[in-house]
């Protein structure tokens, strides 16, 4: 992370498989700044991490293939220090089960102004 006239800049992977809703949240967290990475799904999210070094992994829960569960629990293992936001419009998927996991569970929809907040919390939180 790179800290910029007071800002932190962060390098940011952004996993999503409906194009509309990753378009949308990358447009969001590049206009705060940061540097952030698409990926349409779990494998292809591994791709990305394996050649780009990312502070925090945003990753809709729900996606047809690897879910954003099994993506961050393999992201994890590879990579300790990458801190993880989970998404989704799903809660049914998700009550009671995030808390056992690396990062915070965000519910859609999600808001701009919520969104550059809680992106801000997660990047300044240790892992």
Known sequence: MIRQEGLAIASLLVVDD??????AICAVL???????????????ALGVLDR???DLLLT?????GMNGFN????????????????????????????EELAGK?????????DLRREVAWALARPR
Do not use: C, N
């Open 18 to 23: 409906d194009p509309d809703v990753l378009d």
């Open 30 to 44: 590049r206009g705060a700044g940061h540097r952030v990475e698409a990926a349409s799904g779990g494998l292809a």
């Open 52 to 54: 780009v070094s990312v």
């Open 60 to 64: 809709d829960v729900v996606m047809r």
């Open 71 to 98: 993506l961050a629990r393999r992201a994890v293992q590879r990579w300790p220090a990458l801190k993880v936001l989970y998404y989704s419009g799903f809660t049914e998927f998700t009550i009671g089960r995030h």
């Open 105 to 113: 569970f965000l519910q859609k929809p999600l808001e701009s102004d």
